[in-house]
T-cell receptor
Framework: GNSVTQMEGPVTLSEEAFLTINCTYTATGYPSLFWYVQYPGEGLQLLLKATKADDKGSNKGFEATYRKETTSFHLEKGSVQVSDSAVYFCARKGINTSYDKVIFGPGTSLSVIP | DTEVTQTPKHLVMGMTNKKSLKCEQHMGHRAMYWYKQKAKKPPELMFVYSYEKLSINESVPSRFSPECPNSSLLNLHLHALQPEDSALYLC?????FGGGIHEQYFGPGTRLTVT
């Protein structure tokens, strides 16, 4: 089937720690992959995306690489800040589906403490 | 302008009330979406509009009635809701609909409480 799996957390890190949030997907073909972030009390914001194998998406110090061989799109940041505390959703969208449905992972809650 | 706006930000309504949620975008996007999000869960797709026509209804109860008056506006009419309908309702838009690489842009949501 078509799904997205990610570590659910919650994840608690100290400021300046290294962050990895794992994400794997199942899909027919090569979907586009996204990371969305939701800050407390807000809607979702696109953090980064990758549309083909080996693409690296990056934004605000976050990075994720589209790995076809492991069907993964892990999110990383070298040094987290308190302001990065949020829920992070990995998502995929098929290119051969009949409509533009985005499949979200369950979300990973991140808390960064000073 | 890459913003999707939603009003109201918060809404409390009784089970016999009729209310509407509004969403607006001025990015020229031709696809618009309604999602429902419960606490600590990912958004669940409710409806998709493409070129102002309803394309997808994800088996949503009829007490939720969407409307797309023009390419920039999307409404969600609410009537006879249940307490379990309390959630964050998110609107989103994207340049096109029907398989592609375009991401969806989300609004800040309306926090709905049904009493």
């Amino acid at each position: 089937g078509n799904s997205v799996t990610q570590m659910e957390g919650p994840v608690t890190l100290s400021e300046e720690a290294f962050l990895t949030i794992n994400c794997t997907y199942t899909a027919t073909g090569y979907p586009s992959l996204f990371w969305y972030v939701q800050y407390p009390g807000e809607g979702l914001q696109l953090l980064l995306k990758a549309t083909k194998a080996d693409d690296k998406g990056s934004n605000k110090g976050f990075e994720a690489t589209y790995r076809k061989e492991t069907t993964s799109f892990h999110l990383e940041k070298g040094s987290v800040q308190v302001s990065d505390s949020a829920v992070y959703f990995c998502a995929r969208k098929g290119i051969n589906t009949s409509y533009d449905k985005v499949i979200f992972g369950p979300g990973t809650s991140l808390s960064v403490i000073p | 302008d890459t913003e999707v706006t939603q009003t109201p930000k918060h809404l409390v309504m009784g089970m016999t009330n009729k209310k509407s949620l509004k969403c607006e975008q001025h990015m020229g996007h031709r696809a618009m979406y309604w999602y429902k999000q419960k606490a600590k869960k990912p958004p669940e797709l409710m409806f998709v509009y493409s070129y102002e026509k309803l394309s997808i209804n994800e088996s949503v109860p009829s007490r939720f009635s969407p409307e797309c008056p023009n390419s920039s506006l999307l409404n969600l009419h609410l009537h006879a809701l249940q307490p379990e309908d309390s959630a964050l309702y998110l609107c989103a838009s994207s340049p096109s609909f029907g398989g592609g690489i375009h991401e969806q842009y989300f609004g800040p949501g309306t926090r709905l409480t049904v009493t």
